[in-house]
């Protein structure tokens, strides 16, 4: 019973002992969890990729089981749909300081863009590892945000990232799969970097 009591009693002092997470420390694990979110996306497309091709689906026609013609409907949601296989789950979908969407707990059921994060960069391939796959959707374009579905991005957009989640800065994950942390200036030298004159985003 003594044993029993001493170890009761240490485990109460080693609870008060523990830190308790600041802010600080929370919203930098929400951040983690959000490029860890945008890594798994990025591993899923290329895994999705067929033997034959080195597009992503985007490009790929329906008939081959892509989703190049879906593109034009507006809709982020059937591009993550058609790799459910690959991602799993769509709870990767959402990031965790997004307070104006809610995680889907599976792609079966009621899964469409209000449970995703993230646009989707529809013209990124293998070849060019600069251009953007995915990212954070709270960009603003002079200011304003997005509306949802596409809108081309050319090098003199003005782009910027809104206080909304990381502290006007956002993630975003590339065609090489790789995941990049950018401010508000290396956001739009990342869009010069692409190589393209005009870059083609879906927002949710």
């Known amino acids: 019973m003594e044993v029993i009591i001493a170890i009761g009693v240490l485990v109460i002092l080693a609870l008060i002992m523990l830190p308790v997470p600041t802010g600080r420390q929370k919203t930098h694990a929400r951040r983690l969890v959000c490029v860890n979110n945008l890594r798994q996306v990025g591993l899923g497309f290329r895994q999705w990729i067929p033997g034959s091709f080195d ?7 329906i008939t081959n089981g892509g989703t190049m013609e879906l593109i034009s409907s507006g809709s982020v949601y059937p591009h993550f749909a058609i790799m459910s296989n690959e991602l799993r789950t769509p709870k990767i979908l959402h990031c965790p300081t997004d307070s104006k969407r809610i995680e889907a707990t599976n792609f079966s059921t009621g899964f469409s ?7 989707l960069g529809v013209d990124a391939t293998e070849v060019s590892p600069s251009q953007f796959l995915a990212g954070d959707d709270n960009l603003l374009v002079d200011g304003k945000p997005f509306t949802s579905g596409l809108s081309v991005v050319s090098t003199n957009t003005a782009l910027s990232w809104s206080a ?20 508000n200036l290396r956001l739009m030298q990342a869009v010069v970097a692409t190589g393209n004159p005009t870059n083609r985003l879906l927002f949710p």
């Not at 597009?55 to 026609?61: G, R, W």
């Not at 090489?176 to 401010?183: E, I, L, M």
């Open 55 to 61: 597009k992503f689906q985007m490009q790929i026609s």
């Open 113 to 119: 863009d209000a449970n995703i994060s993230y646009f």
């Open 164 to 183: 909304a989640r990381h502290k006007l800065q956002g993630n975003v994950a590339l065609a090489d799969g790789s995941v990049q942390v950018f401010s």
